[in-house]
């Protein structure tokens, strides 16, 4: 079966320092891979999606970058936090032939002060 | 693109009792509507799942039902219980659409009173 993994789970971070938040997938191959934020315990924020290797789409503008160094593994970093960064950030997969359902790891809660 | 709305934004229901959350949806080729559910702390998990050949789905005490002509899809949950307490987000997706197409709802947090 597969399992999505998330961390850290909880990180505080000060204003202006960088980031990094990983996000690995098992059990499945050329997984699309997705972030999201959610802000106040609503509404889900898609920042970026992967379809593969190297292919990242941006939804979003902001100070937030995603990558893909290797087929399930999707890392969401800054080089500079602002305050409005902090939230709830979620990672989801889906199959790459059938990619209509998203299943979301367990998240990692931000708070930038 | 899509534009999913749903509706309430917050629920309070006595346990036992029943509890309908609804959505509408704007693109009427969207063809696939999961639901999640949402602990406190934790990810989205999905209950549900319908596609628009499908009228009704049920799975124990979760149930879905979509109209294509309104394009508006309802979450019933019978029988409630404490554990059922949660922010649900309904969504919809084109099938065949980009990696990115699954537009979720802003989420009702549902209450279950003991």
């Known amino acids: 079966s597969q399992t999505i993994h998330q961390w850290p789970a909880t990180l505080v971070q000060p204003v202006g320092s960088p980031l990094s938040l990983e996000c690995t997938v098992e059990?499945?191959?050329?997984?699309?891979l997705y972030w999201y934020r959610q802000a106040a315990g609503r509404g889900l924020q898609l920042l970026f999606y992967?379809?593969?290797?190297?292919?990242i789409s941006s939804e979003v503008p902001q100070n937030l970058s995603a990558s893909r160094p290797q087929d399930r593994q999707f890392i969401l970093s800054s080089k500079k936090l602002l305050l409005s960064d902090s939230g709830f950030y979620l990672c989801?997969?889906?199959?790459?032939?059938?990619?209509?359902?998203?299943?979301f790891g367990p998240g990692t809660r931000l708070l930038v002060l | 693109g899509e534009n999913v709305e749903q509706h309430p934004s917050t629920l309070s229901v006595q346990e036992g009792d029943s509890a309908v959350i609804k959505c509408t949806y704007s693109?009427?080729?969207?063809?696939?509507f999961p639901w999640y559910k949402q602990e406190l702390g934790k990810g989205p998990q999905l209950i549900i799942d319908?596609?628009?050949?499908?009228g009704e789905k049920k799975d124990q005490r979760i149930a879905v039902t979509l109209n294509k002509t309104a394009k508006h899809f309802s979450l019933h949950i019978t029988e409630t219980q404490p554990e059922d307490s949660a922010v649900y987000f309904c969504?919809?997706?084109?099938?065949?659409?980009?990696?990115?197409?699954?537009?979720f709802g802003s989420g009702t947090q549902l209450t279950v009173l003991p």
């Open positions: 989801a997969w889906a199959h790459s032939a059938n990619r209509e359902t998203q299943y």
């Open positions: 059990g499945t191959s050329n997984p699309n």
């Open positions: 992967s379809v593969g290797i190297g292919q």
């Open positions: 693109d009427s080729a969207s063809n696939y």
């Open positions: 319908i596609r628009s050949n499908v």
């Open positions: 969504a919809a997706r084109l099938w065949g659409g980009s990696a990115r197409q699954l537009t």
